[in-house]
């Protein structure tokens, strides 16, 4: 870590900063504050959007679990932040990626949709083309309209939403995580990041 994480429990400066602190641990909860919440903390105006951010995109969206957690460990694979991928790799397979899928899952190299295709072995053609979308969002941030196209076939204009702000916030987070080495994991690969 290229900062020192806050104490833990952190130290509130005033009744706003508590409050700021106690809307984080009640997000977290049963889990304690993670290393990316004692970094946050240094700012604590910051951690409160990121929670907020953060919490409505994970918990409150109409994606099921394994569509968003592959969203998301694909960005943590492009952008080789491991402490990200640490967290959301067994999310992906606890929501149903099955462990072939997350083998293309951590493939390295560009993942291109291409027409008629059908999803490489282990991935559902859903899963395949938010795989890719999430690939050329973190790798291009401009999407072809190929790949857009099969994204709107199989999906409602909420879940297209919902699909991109999940990939635009990790590309935030996993931005954030290798920048500042939270959870020391830069220089490590999907396999050894545990």
Known sequence: MRLP???NPPPASSPEEEAIVQRIQARRAPRPLQPL???????????????????????????PADLREIAIARVAVVNRAWYEWMHHAPLAVQGGVSQEGMEVVKRE?????????????????????????????????????????????????RE?????????????VSRF???????????LGPDDAH
Not at 37 to 56: C, Q, R
Not at 109 to 118: S, W
Not at 149 to 154: I, P, S, T, V
Request: aromatic residues 8%; negative net charge; hydrophobic residues 40%.
């Open 5 to 7: 994480y806050v104490a």
């Open 37 to 63: 919440d004692l970094t946050l903390l240094h700012s604590p105006p910051v951690a409160d959007g990121w929670n907020s951010f953060l919490g409505a995109v994970r918990t409150r969206t109409s994606l």
């Open 109 to 157: 190299g560009e993942l291109v949709l291409a027409d008629k295709e059908r999803p490489p072995e282990g991935l559902t053609e859903k899963q395949w083309v938010v795989l890719c979308y999430a690939d050329e969002m973190t790798r291009n941030v401009q999407v072809r309209n190929e790949t857009f196209a099969r994204l709107r076939e199989l999906f409602a204009e």
């Open 160 to 172: 297209v939403v919902e699909i991109t702000a999940t990939v635009a916030c990790y590309n935030c």
């Open 177 to 187: 995580l290798v920048a500042l080495d939270v959870g020391e994991k830069n220089g």
